[in-house]
T-cell receptor
Framework: GAVVSQHPSWVICKSGTSVKIECRSL??????MFWYRQFPKQSLMLMAT?????????EQGVEKDKFLINHASLTLSTLTVTSAHPEDSSFYIC????????????FGSGTQLSVL | DAKTTQPPSMDCAEGRAANLPCNHS???????VYWYRQIHSQGPQYIIH???NNETNEMASLIITEDRKSSTLILPHATLRDTAVYYC?????????????FGDGTTLTVKP
């Protein structure tokens, strides 16, 4: 199957700093990527849809100024958590939309963010 | 997208078949059934999808009832590595570019 790489796997930062998470589709081009966050023992919550060359579409309740998404190329989307606070600590996961063979989602391995 | 209902948890003996049910009684004619799984602390993994015919691949089989109101994911010979949360998702293809809503899924525990 297609490969999606997410980096870093985990990050610890101080409150008030910004953190950037990268999501790359390694062997296919993805015009659409998605960002999720997941709290312990809960399901994935869709945060935003990242569209190459245009502005991201955010789900209701997600602060677009807090979670900056950039999708500048067909293989890279980034999520920047700005001015992170402890309540932003979570598991963040990206996925890339793969059209061929049935419109599947391929996911990155996730990023565990801990804000101190 | 149609709402799905899955049992919160299931156990299965190693080597036996694991049958995971999903109810999607409000499914529309153009909605597909997708299955993903998430092993602890990892990103989800695509398993299989189908419209109305039964499907099989190297990972699993998908059985969809004739009225399409429910489906069953079958792992024919479960191993300990199949312990994961399994998500059943129903969505229309060719719209929203893959946007999918994940419910609570079924936590499958494969026991030795």
């Amino acid at each position: 199957g297609a490969v999606v790489s997410q980096h870093p796997s985990w990050v610890i930062c101080k409150s008030g700093t910004s953190v950037k998470i990268e999501c790359r589709s390694l062997d296919f081009q993805a015009t659409t990527m998605f960002w999720y966050r997941q709290f312990p023992k809960q399901s994935l919550m869709l945060m935003a849809t990242s569209n190459e060359g245009s502005k991201a579409t955010y789900e209701q309740g997600v602060e677009k100024d807090k979670f900056l998404i950039n999708h500048a190329s067909l293989t890279l989307s980034t999520l920047t958590v700005t001015s992170a606070h402890p309540e932003d600590s979570s598991f963040y996961i990206c996925s890339a939309f793969f059209v061929r063979g049935g419109e599947k989602l391929f996911f990155g391995s996730g990023t565990q963010l801990s804000v101190l | 997208d149609a709402k799905t209902t899955q049992p919160p948890s299931m156990d299965c003996a190693e080597g036996r078949a694991a049958n995971l049910p999903c109810n999607h009684s409000t499914i529309s004619g153009n909605e597909y059934v997708y299955w993903y799984r998430q092993i602890h602390s990892q990103g989800p993994q695509y398993i299989i999808h189908g419209l109305k015919n039964n499907e099989t691949n190297e990972m699993a089989s998908l059985i969809i009832t004739e009225d399409r109101k429910s489906s069953t994911l079958i792992l024919p010979h479960a191993t300990l590595r199949d312990t994961a949360v399994y998500y059943c998702i129903v969505r229309v293809r060719n719209t929203n570019a893959g946007k999918s809503t994940f419910g609570d899924g079924t936590t499958l525990t494969v026991k030795p």
